[in-house]
């Protein structure tokens, strides 16, 4: 008889164990990309208008010496001329995490079976861009976005869709913290023999 009621013990404690409250899902937020209002629902395609239109010319011009020219930030793209004075040097890592409740609790959580996260899939993307004027650097900037989004037992977010909001997101904190310097930048290229510092 004990030996019952300590495996009915032992059920209800992983029973309650399961239906405790998930690890909420956070998402980092891509700069330049305001979520929609209930009111004004965006499409794909008007939130990318978005981002392009946010995109404006550097008062710079460089050649890019390291990197591949299709994946870059906008305003980089956007700067790139074969005879300018300057280079530029761009490198983006990706790095994947991953988070499971443990499926013992999700499979008898009641939970489960209509939709309760069951984990996350997240990517962290890191990016550094470096603008040389000879050897000399004129700027340094690095930046890094992490995008997470949940899964659960009737849909899972794909990886290649995590990774490009990642990247979208990294190439969005570099091209703002090139806005933010750019005067500082092309005083330094009109005045070549002037001490640049960041």
Same mark, same amino acid.
């Given at each position: /008889?004990?030996?019952?009621? =300590? @495996? /009915?013990? @032992?059920?209800?404690?992983?029973?309650?164990? $399961?239906?405790?409250?998930?690890?909420?899902?956070?998402?980092?937020?891509?700069? $330049?990309?305001?979520?929609?209002?209930? #009111? =004004?629902?965006?499409?794909? +395609?008007?939130?990318?208008?978005? !981002?392009?239109?946010?995109?404006?010319?550097?008062?710079?011009?460089? !050649?890019?010496?390291?990197?591949?020219?299709?994946?870059?930030?906008?305003?980089?793209? *956007?700067?790139?001329?074969?005879?300018?004075?300057?280079?530029? =040097?761009? !490198?983006?890592? @990706?790095? %994947?995490?991953?988070? %499971?409740?443990? *499926? &013992?609790?999700?499979?008898?959580?009641?939970?489960?079976?209509? $939709?309760?996260?069951?984990?996350?899939?997240?990517?962290?993307?890191?990016?550094?861009?470096?603008?040389?004027?000879? #050897?000399?650097?004129?700027? +340094?900037?690095?930046?890094?976005?992490?995008? =997470?989004?949940?899964? #659960?037992?009737?849909?899972?977010?794909?990886?290649?869709?995590?990774?490009?909001?990642? !990247?979208?997101?990294?190439? #969005?904190?570099?091209?703002?913290?090139?806005?933010? +310097?750019?005067?500082?930048?092309?005083?330094? &290229?009109?005045?070549?023999?002037?001490?640049?510092?960041?």
């Amino acid at each position: /008889m004990r030996r019952i009621f =300590s @495996l /009915m013990g @032992l059920l209800l404690a992983i029973f309650v164990a $399961g239906c405790a409250p998930q690890q909420p899902y956070v998402a980092a937020p891509t700069i $330049g990309n305001a979520p929609p209002t209930p #009111n =004004s629902p965006q499409t794909q +395609d008007q939130s990318v208008e978005t !981002r392009s239109a946010a995109v404006r010319p550097l008062p710079y011009k460089g !050649r890019l010496v390291e990197g591949d020219p299709t994946e870059l930030p906008p305003a980089v793209a *956007m700067a790139l001329a074969k005879d300018a004075p300057l280079t530029f =040097s761009y !490198r983006e890592e @990706l790095t %994947h995490d991953e988070y %499971h409740i443990p *499926m &013992i609790l999700s499979a008898i959580d009641p939970a489960t079976y209509i $939709g309760t996260p069951l984990g996350d899939y997240g990517v962290t993307a890191f990016a550094t861009l470096t603008i040389f004027q000879g #050897n000399k650097v004129l700027g +340094d900037y690095t930046a890094k976005a992490h995008v =997470s989004k949940s899964y #659960n037992l009737y849909h899972e977010p794909k990886h290649a869709e995590l990774d490009r909001e990642a !990247r979208e997101a990294v190439r #969005n904190r570099i091209d703002q913290k090139l806005y933010d +310097d750019a005067d500082r930048v092309a005083r330094g &290229i009109a005045s070549p023999a002037a001490p640049v510092t960041e």
